[in-house]
């Protein structure tokens, strides 16, 4: 873990080169988690304060998926991955015909973060005030961060040894390969179907395969071995839009939106069109949940990227910003830190001056504010801590 505590550095030859940085990217980013530190819950406020039933869509587009279909919260995850991707495609760098001892500190620094966030996401599963269990037997492994982590080695992996042409052919077979193990499982706990929750390939493969224990101790974890391969792919179309950004300049700005919104789109369209016959589902992380969670992905970043980075209208957006540029960091401390205590410390009184039907809106707010402050202390003194 690195603290940067400023945007410019020196090397032995000179002011070193600074990577592409959008704007957008961190909007993008800190609009992703302004909903897991607490906006999901604004919707269900505001039911009670209006009572207008209208607010009932919205307020179920912030919960998960029973199983089968897609939300607005079964995008945060994979929307993560895809902007990590983003991130690698904007300063793509080919290692494989460099000398090993200029390879090295990369490859160092790829395992290190790997085994950062591996054993981050442990202590984010057993956070809020539980602690990791002493059995090791006892402790959950899978986590969403350790998902990312994969995710993003794998796709650097790939970036750094391979063409664009091979990157895109292995995110097709991925695609192809997944869907196929699914469909027809070679090991099941159960004849319960295919894309059931003891039927599924991922139930049998985490059952045997995946140490400690399992989220919720369900037949199947979200974030088990099996579903973490199509992962990737969500980054690797990050990586390929990203790419598509800093290397298409003669054809204009609004060409490149043209196209992201095509691809986007697109992609949406194809994970629809095949998700009669492989179902669009989180927790099995289906070749067509990718497929429609990636079009989603591009669409959002095609908005932000016009409206902040082409069309330089970036105020709105400062407050995502101020939450992307140490995403991570607050996305830990939701599990570690009573955030609640602290913003009932500090805006109790005023919260409990509203009327009652305000005061869940109130709490909410006061909750937001409290863990935005801080990051903004973080950001006035350009700390962004680094995984």
Sequence with gaps: MTIIKNTQSQTEHGPKKNKVRLKSLDALRGFDMFWILGGEAIFAALIVL???????????????????????????????????GVALGLSPKRLDKLPMVQRMPLYQHAVKRLLLLLLLGVIYNHGWGTGAPMALGDIR??????????????????????????????????????????????????????????????????GMLLPGVIFQNAAVDPEGILSTIPAVVNGLLGVFVGHFIVKTHAKGEWYKLAVMCLLGLGLLALGWLISPIIPVNKTLWTSSFVLVTSGWSVLLLTLFYGVIDVMKLSRWAFPFIVIGCNAIVIYLATSIVNWKYTADSLFGGVINWFPVPAQSLMAVIGLLLVQWLVLYWMYKRSIFIKV
């Design 50 to 84: 209006t009572g207008w039933g209208g607010l009932h869509w919205l307020d179920k587009q912030m919960h998960h998926s029973a199983w089968h279909g897609f939300t607005f919260y079964d995008l945060i995850f994979p929307l993560f991955i895809f902007l990590s």
């Design 141 to 206: 492994y899978a986590s969403v961060l350790g998902r990312i982590a994969f995710a993003w080695f794998f796709c650097a992996l790939l970036v750094w040894h391979t063409s664009l042409r091979t990157q895109i052919i292995a995110s097709v077979s991925i695609l192809v390969g997944y869907a196929l193990l699914q469909m027809f499982p070679l090991i099941t706990l159960d004849s319960t179907g295919a894309f059931t929750a003891t039927g599924s390939i991922n139930a049998a493969i985490d």
